[in-house]
């Protein structure tokens, strides 16, 4: 039942630029959501309205509500669905080529996985061990890698430096590229002012959900659309920011607020997700000095009395008894183990709390193959369609030879023309018959995919050798039971929600976790930690549980409890 409150209706309604922040289930995304049937059932204004966010998933969740409410526009033209990176592309850069590059310019957004390996024997780098600008080995990077080559990395760099001024002759981009590429064009008085002007023409609106995601320079081009005369919606929750490696910054983002007018600055408050229990939880998941007053629970689990439960565990590895006990825990409440996701910051992690300890596939193409397929089937259910298809098809041409390596990808499909998608349902025939059947071996879940696969090869290695035995195969195929709880990143499920959540705490991070929520920790990466699990936590609509090891249960609890609502320790 959706009754648009006050706040609401007045953003539903705004017709200027506005900032819009509010706190987690305040119903931002649905707000624009109704903002957009507004804007598409005015037939008087043809120009169309972009919706731009973050994430592929953020993204199809955006698309998915707008066709479920059936505002999805059919032809979309000339409004625009996508992340913020393919708006720069499609009409700031595709169009206009790029400087010192005489080419068609071709998106490559897997750039800085090429592999960088200057002779036969050498030990692989990335691009993105190196300094785009100068060809420099990063050094800190270098140490994560383990590289430390007796004669320097001079030879890596040289080709580094090569593989760089290569690509930019060739006119491949990514992101990191087109940024730089944008903030030039800009600085262009003239060429800013006629592609403002051309912008305006085609969109009335632009709203810009998940905004905490932005860096500097993502706000400095929302800037300059609005003084390009494009009404500008930015639609945040501060304390949901969690990529720092986009190089986002909290604190820009509230400077940038704070250029919008008074009455452009409109609120949303009270949560219409969660219950009390979580909301309070929610709250005291914030540091201290964000915290606040509770967000007030609105919604249909208004009335709902679960508390929110802290599940301890015994030594640093995280165990398979969180899920079990958690599952129970969900059951009690009516709520399918497909509902009842556990959340960790890293999918490893969340699979171990669910007894699906994924091994690390490596450069194992059987293990990548099985991985991909299963992200396939699990992505279906829970949005990341996109990526999971790619992913899929991906291994599938590193399986026939067509690339090397799983950073050659991107550069492969655009210049062998794929980008029109039209390898898709041919992947999608390749991740249905690769399912893996009820209580179907290991063994032959291989046995179909080599015979599967076995066509159109490039090079003399047999299916095979490409697709040996593996033993923890039937591990990474395990994952097919549907009584399963789904175990997933913190990042996948941004602007999602769910009946229960379980979200773990591992025994290296929960310490620093635990200062940024006691407010003796600020530095960068512990905040961004503790963000994650706000995420995680506020994406639960009922039933919360915290795992965290024992030694830190007294802490959290005393965190949490100063809410107001007790939270109940559950030793596993
Ligand atoms: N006025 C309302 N009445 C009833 N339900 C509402 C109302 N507004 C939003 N909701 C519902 O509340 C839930 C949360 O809304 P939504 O996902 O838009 O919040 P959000 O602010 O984008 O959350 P987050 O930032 O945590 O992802 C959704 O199920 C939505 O349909």
Redesign the pocket.
């Known amino acids: ?5 006050n706040e ?1 209706k007045a953003i539903i309604g705004h017709e200027g630029h506005a900032f819009v922040q ?1 706190c ?8 624009m959501v109704e903002r957009a049937r507004h804007l598409l059932s005015n037939p008087a204004d043809r120009r169309g309205v972009a919706f731009l966010s973050f994430t592929n998933a953020a993204v199809e969740e955006l698309e998915a509500r707008l066709h479920n409410f059936g505002i999805l526009p059919s032809p979309l033209f000339p409004s625009f669905i996508g992340t913020f990176d393919r708006f720069l592309w499609q009409f700031l850069i595709a169009p206009f080529g790029a400087e010192g590059c005489g080419q068609v310019l071709r998106l490559v957004p897997d750039k800085s996985d090429w592999e960088v390996k200057p002779f036969d024997a050498a030990q692989p780098l990335k691009l993105k061990h190196f300094d785009r600008a100068t060809g420099v080995l990063l050094a800190d990077k270098a140490v994560e890698e383990g590289f430390a080559p007796r004669n320097g990395p001079g030879a890596w760099e040289t080709h580094a430096r090569n593989m760089i001024a290569r690509a930019l002759s060739n006119g491949y981009l990514d992101f990191e590229d087109v940024r730089d590429c944008v903030a030039k064009r800009l600085a262009d008085p003239a060429f800013s002012a006629r592609l403002g002007r051309a912008l305006s023409g085609r969109f009335r609106e632009i709203v810009v959900d998940e905004a905490q995601d932005c860096n500097p320079g993502d706000l400095a081009i929302i800037e300059w659309l609005r003084v390009s005369g494009i009404k500008v919606k930015v639609v945040c ?1 501060p304390n ?1 920011a969690i990529y720092g490696f986009r190089g986002g910054l909290t604190d820009e983002l509230l400077r940038f607020a704070t250029t919008f007018e008074g009455v452009e600055q409109l609120p ?1 408050s009270g949560n ?2 969660s219950s009390p229990a979580i909301c309070a939880a929610i709250s005291q998941l914030r540091p201290p000095a964000s915290r606040g007053p509770i967000d007030q629970p ?2 249909p689990y208004k009335d709902e009395t679960s508390p929110v439960y802290i599940l301890t565990y015994g030594g640093t590895a995280v165990p398979a008894m969180i899920g079990t006990r958690f599952q129970v825990m969900a059951a009690e409440l009516g709520i399918p183990p497909a509902q009842a996701p556990v959340l960790a910051a890293t999918w490893a992690s969340a699979g171990n709390a669910v007894g699906r300890a994924m091994p690390d596939a490596g450069n194992d193409k059987t293990l990548l193959l099985a991985e991909a397929v299963m992200g396939f089937h699990f992505a279906f259910a829970a949005g990341n369609r996109r990526e999971a298809l790619a992913r899929l098809h991906r291994v599938v041409l590193q399986i026939r030879g067509e690339i090397s390596n799983a950073g050659a990808y991107a550069t492969y499909v655009s210049t062998s023309g794929l980008d029109d998608e039209r390898w898709l349902p041919e992947i999608i025939a390749v991740g249905q018959a690769l399912k893996v059947y009820a209580g179907e071996s290991a063994e032959n879940w291989l046995r179909r995919a080599r015979a599967l696969l076995n066509s159109n090869l490039i090079g003399t290695s047999s299916i095979g050798q490409r697709l040996r035995s593996n033993d923890k195969l039937a591990a990474v195929l395990a994952e097919a039971s549907p009584t399963a709880l789904p175990a997933k990143a913190i990042h996948a499920v ?2 999602l ?1 769910f009946p229960a959540v379980c979200v773990v705490l591992t025994a290296r991070t929960s310490g620093d976790i635990l200062n940024v929520l006691t407010g003796v920790e600020s530095a960068a990466k512990p905040v961004e930690e503790a963000r994650k699990i706000y995420v995680a936590a ?1 994406r639960a609509e009922r039933l919360l549980a915290i795992a965290v090891p024992k030694s830190r249960a007294a802490t959290l609890k005393g965190i949490l409890d100063a809410g107001g609502h007790t939270t109940q320790i559950v030793p596993l």
């Open positions: 039942m959706f009754l648009q409150t609401q509010a987690p289930g305040a119903g931002k995304t649905r707000t929750d949901q949303l219409f997700r609105l919604g941004k602007g929600e506020s």
